[in-house]
């Protein structure tokens, strides 16, 4: 067992940098599973209007994943921080567009 600390040294940063960035693909799913609808019928169409209005409140990536972790408790759809980190990284993808 003597390659399992290297082994460790190896995949664990890989799988923090993954999570750090978050996947826009899960995101995407969980954005139109549990946050859509309320959105669309407040701001019309897909709802897309509440992230790219002119008076938006959420002005950089640290805002938008307090915002996201906000909404998720506002909503209870008990989200893990993975999947909190999946849905900025989908709104920030999609629509806010900040650097990292
Ligand atoms: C019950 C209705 C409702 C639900 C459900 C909801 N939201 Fe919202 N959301 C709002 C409203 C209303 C605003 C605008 C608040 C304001 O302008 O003060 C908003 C704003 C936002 C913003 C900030 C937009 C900006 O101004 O830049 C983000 C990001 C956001 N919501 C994400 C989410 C996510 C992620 C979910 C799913 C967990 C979600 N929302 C579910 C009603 C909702």
Avoid at 12 to 18: I, N
Avoid at 50 to 69: E, F, G, I, W
Wanted: aromatic share 10%.
């Amino acid at each position: 067992m003597r390659w399992l600390p290297l082994l460790l040294f190896v995949l664990l940063p890989a799988s923090a940098m993954a999570a750090a960035v978050g996947n826009p693909k899960i995101g995407q799913q969980l954005v139109e599973k549990s946050c859509i609808q309320c959105h669309a019928s407040m701001f019309g169409g897909d709802g897309s209007g509440v992230y790219t209005r002119p008076n938006r409140m959420v002005h950089n990536l640290k805002q938008l994943a307090a915002r996201v972790a906000l909404c998720n408790a506002n909503t209870s759809t008990g989200w893990f921080p993975e999947e909190e980190r999946d849905v900025t990284a989908f709104l920030n993808q999609q629509y806010y567009h900040f650097k990292q």
